[in-house]
C-alpha cells in the first residue's frame, strides 16, 4: 500500500527565515500533488498543486518542487510570519482519490 | 465561492446512540463528496466517496453499515454513525468536488467533533 511521510511532527523557525518541509512517499505514481494548511480544529485549506510533469511551483511566499524519481515534494515558505504556524499536508492524488500525509506542525517564532 | 459547511461543528453523544452529521457545499454543485476521519496528532483518512444518486464507496476498513452515508442531492450528503461508540469519537471532515471539475479539486467543510461518552 501507498506510505506518504513527512519530515518532523513539528518544525520551529525564526520569523524571517524560509521553512522548508518534507514530503516523501513510496509504492504509488501520483499524477499530482497537493499541499493544504490546517488550523487547529479546522478543516483543510488548499494551498498548492504540482503535476508530475512539473518541477517546480510557486504561488506568493510559497514554493513547491516535486521530484519522482526521488519520490519527493519540498515545501518552502519564504520570510516566514508567526502567521504561518499551521499543521501543512501533503496529498497524493490519483484517479479520483487522495491520500495525505501525517502533516508538519510549523511554529514560527516572532 | 467554494464554501463547504458541515452541521453540526461538534456533538457530545451518549454510546449506543446515532449521529448524523450534514455536509453541504453552498454555493456549487457536487457529484462527489468525500468523508474523512481524523485522530488527534494524525492524517486524515479517507472513510468513502459518496456519489450523488448512487451507493457511496467505502475504503477497506470502514464498515459501511456503521457509517451510512446519504448523498441525496448535488448540495447535501450526510453522514449517520450507528450505534456509536467511544472509538468512533473522531474529528470527521467531509469535502466535496464541484460538478464538471478537474479530479483533483475538493473542497473541506471545517470539520464536526464528535465525543461519544
Known amino acids: 500500500s501507498q506510505k506518504i511521510e513527512q519530515n518532523s511532527e513539528a518544525l520551529n523557525i525564526q520569523e524571517g527565515k524560509t521553512a522548508t518541509l518534507t514530503c516523501n512517499y513510496t509504492?504509488?505514481?501520483?499524477?499530482?500533488l497537493q499541499w493544504y494548511r490546517q488550523d487547529p480544529g479546522r478543516g483543510p485549506v488548499f494551498l498548492l498543486l504540482?503535476?508530475?510533469?512539473?518541477k517546480e511551483k510557486r504561488k506568493e511566499r510559497l514554493k513547491v518542487t516535486f521530484d519522482t524519481t526521488l519520490k519527493q515534494s519540498l515545501f518552502h515558505i519564504t520570510a516566514s510570519q508567526p502567521a504561518d504556524s499551521a499543521t501543512y499536508l501533503c496529498a497524493l492524488a490519483g484517479g479520483n482519490q487522495f491520500y495525505f500525509g501525517t502533516g508538519t506542525s510549523l511554529t514560527v517564532i516572532p | 465561492g467554494a464554501v463547504v459547511s458541515q452541521h453540526p461543528s461538534r456533538v457530545i453523544c451518549k454510546s449506543g446512540t446515532s449521529v448524523k452529521i450534514e455536509c453541504r457545499s453552498l454555493d456549487f454543485q457536487a457529484t462527489t463528496m468525500f468523508w474523512y476521519r481524523q485522530f488527534p496528532k494524525q492524517s486524515l483518512m479517507l472513510m468513502a466517496t459518496s456519489n450523488e444518486g448512487s451507493k457511496a464507496t467505502y475504503e477497506q476498513g470502514v464498515e459501511k453499515d456503521k457509517f451510512l452515508i446519504n448523498h441525496a442531492s448535488l448540495t447535501l450528503s450526510t453522514l449517520t454513525v450507528t450505534s456509536a461508540h467511544p472509538e468512533d469519537s473522531s474529528f470527521y471532515i467531509c469535502s466535496a468536488r464541484p460538478s464538471g471539475s478537474l479530479s483533483w479539486e475538493q473542497y473541506f467543510g471545517p470539520g464536526t467533533r464528535l465525543l461519544v461518552l
Open positions: 504540482i503535476r508530475e510533469n512539473e
Open positions: 509504492n504509488y505514481s501520483p499524477a499530482y
